[in-house]
Nanobody, 122 residues
Framework: VQLQAFGGGLVQPGGSLRLSCAVS????????VGWFRQAPGKEREAVSCLSTNNDTTYYPDLAKGRFAISSDSAKNTVYLQMNSLKPEDTAVYYC????????????????RGQGTLVTVSS
């Protein structure tokens, strides 16, 4: 059972980045998936969640209008498109999956991947 997030890197303020999360080793029936991030010295927070069962999404204020979550069931991959990036978006980004409803709490996800570092800096 593995979730692997990748696609992080260094990007300039105002730039864009797309993160991917490859899911392997198990099959969930229309799972809820989420992207979370944790900056140094800060608590982990949700940045986007998606129910692949009914397409319900959750975006906190920090992500509205800038981030978009999507999934490709054929590729078992979840994406996070991030636009208009700001230095305060610098963090390690994690993906997670669970059966059932979406949740803003990382601890509620049964399957969690290792993070990928996103650095927004000029």
């Amino acid at each position: 059972v593995q979730l692997q997030a990748f696609g992080g890197g260094l990007v300039q303020p105002g730039g864009s980045l797309r993160l991917s999360c490859a899911v392997s080793g198990f099959t969930l029936n229309r799972p809820a998936v989420g992207w979370f991030r944790q900056a140094p010295g800060k608590e982990r927070e949700a940045v986007s969640c998606l129910s692949t069962n009914n397409d319900t999404t959750y975006y906190p204020d920090l992500a509205k209008g800038r981030f978009a979550i999507s999934s490709d069931s054929a590729k078992n991959t979840v994406y996070l498109q991030m636009n208009s990036l700001k230095p305060e978006d610098t963090a390690v980004y994690y993906c997670a999956a669970r059966q059932g409803l979406i949740s803003r709490n990382f601890g509620n996800y049964d399957y969690r991947g290792q993070g990928t570092l996103v650095t927004v800096s000029s």
